[in-house]
């Protein structure tokens, strides 16, 4: 069900137009936009990360590892879900992924921003897309799955969001997130990336559990990277100028393909079932109550 922003009904989701005080969400490029005064400038990310993300997301290890583990969990946890929703899905990078693994699947997405939603839409034109804010979703008891891929960090009201993607999940549905952790991780390169903090998995768990979520997994990822990534990090600190995300990802091809076949074992073992304590990044598989 969609959930009116001007009066609050419900009505189905397949329609635009409120069935009582016929609202409509005004449109941005053709997609309707329920947080328009957001779309061109808001806090948590710069609308010009869209175009880096763009040039670095299919080449480098750290994003394709990322899609090939939220795959399998989609798989693993997920079993047959029949409609999706990415919030804040930036260049689309990850729904495309998706969208090719389960093509049955009704996939959305959605974006504050209208420039990440030029991009996401050109990568993959089977799925829905709107531009919202994550802090008022516009949809209830909608959605078997629920991904926030890196987005949760950008949030000030990290439990809003978490609470409002509780309401959009159907009974018993499945959110699926990955965020930073470790705040002695902290640097020049969040900033630049307009992250608010980086997660303990234990504050993590608790705001999922008051949301109404119960933990179904939880481990760190990018755990046998972290004292290479702890080094370039310490290296940068105390340097004038702001680290961008593109630059700490930038690395020689052999590099990067090393790296990858780093982060495939971590996968193999998570797949078998164990779980990380440490990592740049945590995955958290959670579920409705």
């Not at 600190?237 to 630059?247: C, F, L, N, S, Y």
Request: charged share 20%.
């Amino acid at each position: 069900m969609k959930r009116c922003l001007a009066c609050q009904h419900l009505f189905p989701a397949a329609s635009d137009a409120c069935t009582r005080c016929h609202w409509t969400p005004p449109t941005r490029d053709a997609l309707p936009a329920y947080a328009p005064a957001l779309s061109d400038a808001s806090e948590g990310f710069r609308a010009t990360h869209f175009a880096e993300l763009a040039a670095l997301e299919s080449d480098s290890f750290w994003f394709r590892a990322r899609n090939r583990l939220i795959i399998w969990s989609l798989r693993r946890y997920c079993p047959g879900f029949a409609s999706f929703l990415e919030v804040g899905c930036g260049t689309g990078y990850v729904l495309a992924a998706i969208a090719q693994a389960f093509p049955r699947a009704n996939l959305s997405g959605s974006e504050i921003f209208s420039a990440g939603l030029a991009f996401a839409a050109s990568r993959q034109s089977a799925a829905r897309f709107i531009q919202m804010d994550a802090r008022d979703i516009p949809f209830v008891e909608e959605f078997d799955a629920i991904g926030m891929f890196d987005v949760l960090e950008h949030i000030k009201e990290d439990d809003l969001v978490l609470q409002q993607a509780r309401n959009a999940l159907a009974p018993r549905g499945t959110l699926l997130l990955t965020v930073p952790q470790h705040a002695w991780l902290w640097s020049a390169t969040d900033e630049y990336a307009c992250h608010v903090r980086r997660y303990a998995a234990s504050d993590l768990h608790t705001k999922l559990r008051d949301a109404g979520f119960e933990i179904v997994r939880s481990t760190s990822f990018v755990s046998f990277l972290l004292p290479a990534m702890m080094a370039a990090r310490l290296a940068k600190k105390g340097k004038e100028q702001a680290a961008d995300e593109g630059a700490e990802l930038s690395m020689p091809p052999w590099l990067n393909r090393l790296f990858e076949k780093i982060l495939a074992v971590e996968i193999r073992l998570i797949r078998a079932g164990f779980n990380f304590a440490m990592g740049g990044s945590r995955l958290v598989i959670a579920r409705k109550l």
